[in-house]
């Protein structure tokens, strides 16, 4: 069973991790891993909208995220002299396709010591970007559905994922199906957008990750079974992910992701440091 994770949170921050830094690494080392990697989210864009009044690891501009994010790495990489466990430094970032926020995030990254990027995609936006929802914020605009650009920002929800993919940043692609969380693009109309990101996916050779979370939330892992089924057809790299937000969370589900990929003859695992 893989017996390491790359995507996972700590509180320190103001990020949305449960424990901090040292008590996720110490909680891996305990379960016998040989590898953590402390993922916390890179969500930088001036468009942002703060809901609710308070998104404190929303940052709208990138000098105040490239500050955050270097004590970020700081934190970690001292918590992890404390432990025998190897630990890693990343971001979950969440892309956008706009030069604006490439040349930002370009210029951020030179000054950023980290081991991997994971690629992902919480926002549903406007071509322009001008808007931008988290999805998980929805809740916050219950007239969002009704508006009659939404099914458009849903469709640039999956061709965010393509863009990403296309971008050539990242190490791996998170939960590519993270917004059927919320009973969204579920139908078989989305099923054409689906197949843009496994193509995109198998002619880029990216890596994606296999996550837990999903069995928690709809008892389904990200990506859906019929999708994971297409990407190993192309011989698609993959990676579990318990993405763990809380300790009890590390590893979580990894047997039963182990399982579904051994029914599967999914065989061409991502390791990104060779780990043994």
Same mark, same amino acid.
């Not at 468009?47 to 790495?73: A, T, V, W």
């Not at 706009?98 to 990027?117: G, H, Q």
């Not at 979370?213 to 057809?233: A, F, V």
């Given at each position: ?11 320190? +921050? ?5 424990? /901090? ?32 009044g308070y998104q404190p690891m929303?940052? +709208? ?26 630990? @890693? ?40 970007? /001008? ?35 296309e971008s050539g940043y990242f ?5 590519? =199906? ?11 109309e989305w099923d054409e957008y689906?197949? @843009? ?8 050779? +990216? ?35 318990? =993405? ?7 590893? +979580?589900?990894?047997? @039963? ?20």
């Amino acid at each position: 069973m893989q017996n390491f994770t790359y995507h996972t949170h700590n509180h320190e +921050q103001d990020f949305d991790g449960h424990q /901090s830094a040292e008590e996720m690494i110490a909680a891996a080392e305990e379960k016998g891993f040989a590898e953590i990697g402390v993922s916390n989210h890179l969500i930088c864009h001036k468009n942002l909208r703060i809901e609710n009044g308070y998104q404190p690891m929303f940052r +709208q501009d990138f000098k105040s995220g490239e500050e955050c994010y270097k004590k970020h790495i700081e934190l970690i990489r001292q918590a992890a002299e404390k432990h025998r466990i190897k630990v @890693r430094v990343g971001f979950e970032v969440d892309f956008f396709p706009s030069a604006y926020w490439r040349d930002n995030f370009e210029k951020m990254l030179k000054n950023l010591d980290v081991d991997y990027l994971i690629g992902s995609t919480h926002f549903i936006r406007s071509a322009d970007e /001008s808007f931008l929802c988290n999805i998980y914020h929805m809740k916050y605009h219950p007239d969002l559905p009704q508006q009659p650009e939404f099914k458009e920002y849903l469709r640039n929800y999956w061709r965010n994922i393509v863009a990403a993919v296309e971008s050539g940043y990242f190490t791996f692609i998170a939960h590519v =199906d993270y917004i059927t969380i919320f009973n969204l693009c579920v139908e078989p109309e989305w099923d054409e957008y689906k197949w @843009r990101v496994i193509e995109a996916l198998a002619k880029h050779k +990216q890596p994606f990750e296999l996550n837990t979370s999903g069995y928690n939330r709809i008892d389904m892992q990200h990506p859906t079974t019929w999708m994971l089924e297409e990407l190993n057809k192309r011989g698609v790299p993959v990676i579990i992910s318990d =993405d763990a937000h809380d300790v009890s969370m590390l590893g +979580q589900h990894f047997e @039963r992701a182990e399982k579904l990929l051994s029914e599967l003859g999914y065989t061409n695992r991502f390791n990104p440091f060779k780990v043994k």
